[in-house]
Every structure is written in C-alpha cells, then in structure tokens.
C-alpha cells in the first residue's frame, strides 16, 4: 500500500534526469547517437501499459504526446518510434526516439545496437535544459 | 480529401486479416515465433500516433488495452511488447505481442530476428478463428 516510486537502477544508470511531468517522470538516455526519451509514470509496481487505470493512461498518452512533439519541434525527425518493451527492464517505461534516415540503426530498431555513446557534459548539460524548458518541467 | 483507406502491401503480405475494430484493422503476424497482433487505424495517410487527433488516439488505446489483455489471456506472457516504429512500413501501425523468456529473441525486441516462420494452414485458421471470437471482430 503506497510503496514510493523508486526508479529502476539500470534506468537512473543509463539516463539523465530532465523532469517530473503529472504523472511521469521524463528521462534522457544518455546515448548521444539517437534523440531519445524515455517516460516513468511515477507509480510503484507498474509492469505492463494495461495495469495502468484508463484515466492514467490517458494522461500517459498526453505526455507522449508532448514529448513526441518536442522531439518532432527539436529534431525533425523522419519517424518518430514510440514503444513500451520493458524485456530487459520491467518497470513499465515508454520510449519515445526520433529516427532520421541517416542514423547509427536506421531502419533497425535502436535497442541492443553496438554501445551507448554517452553525451559530452556540456551537450548533455545543453539537451537537458532544452528539453526542460519546453516541457516547463 | 476522403482518401479510402488501403492497408501497405507489406503489412498484408506479411499478416493474416483478423478483422476490423471501430477505428483499428486486426492483423495477425505471420510469424509463428511470437503471438504477434497489429493494429492499423483505417484513415489514409497516418504516419505517427501524433497525427491522430486525441479522440481517435483513444480509440487506439482503447484497441490496444483489448488485444494485449486477449494475448495475456490466451497466452499468459511473461511481457508485452507495444511498439509504433514504422521505420521499414511508415503506414502507421502498432505491434502488440506477447513475449515469454523462452521465445526466439528474448530479451531482445523482436524485429529483424532472422525468417519468419509462417503458420501452418491449420493452425493459422484455428489462431485466426479464436483471435476473431474474443474480439468480436
């Protein structure tokens, strides 16, 4: 009853930390080869989209929403892929990835895809206050 | 303007037709290593889950939540996989399948992975009868 959120360690290893949204919370992956996102519903337990009530899912698709579009806004994107896996990390998460044709695993999907080149500090630094700004997070 | 709406001749080429929900086709992957179903909205010209306008992305989530929780019933995984990637067919598509520790990739995602295994005849018409009897379609 009520146990806290608490972030899956893999996810807080492999990620930055850009905001809290109402329900999720939204992170970078620290993998400079893709604009990539990746939002935690801030709720203990979660494994599968279909555990969550249908009023929380719709807040959920409102924030992928907000966060596709911003990466659409930023990026530029020839697609944008949007995916909730969960096979390696089972706290329910969503990606939200803007692909271009020209990138490290186009038309593959990015998962598993040689290793995460980590962003320089002052990109990060940059990308993360960019994203925060715009989501107002 | 009212374009009709024609399902992407991979996709088809690929799948066998389950049936058609309010806004969603239902399609079975032709691929025996993985309860595999995909949603296309019928409505020309979809590319990304943003271009649906919010009462139709409902719909979809509401399409989703019904086929996953069918492929839990039917074969109690141990994750679903929710995707809209697009990056090979852009028509817009959603993959809902069901994934157990033992399948052929796990824990990778499933795309690319080698040949697809198609069904034999019967099994295909028996998968495709009990898919279409739960969903109504």
Known sequence: M????????????????????????VLLMDDARWPWLILVPRR???RELV???????YVLLDE????????????????????ALGNVVAQLHVHVIARHHQDAAWPSPVWGRGERVAYAPNAARRAIGALAAHLGC
């Open 64 to 83: 992928i929403n907000r966060t596709a579009r911003l990466l659409q806004h930023l990026h530029a994107p020839d697609k944008l892929n949007i995916a």
């Open 44 to 46: 203990a337990g979660l």
């Open 51 to 57: 555990d969550l009530e249908v009023d929380a899912q």
């Open 2 to 25: 009520n146990e806290p959120f608490e972030l899956d360690a893999r996810l807080a290893g492999d990620t930055h930390f850009i905001g809290d949204l109402a329900l999720s919370r």
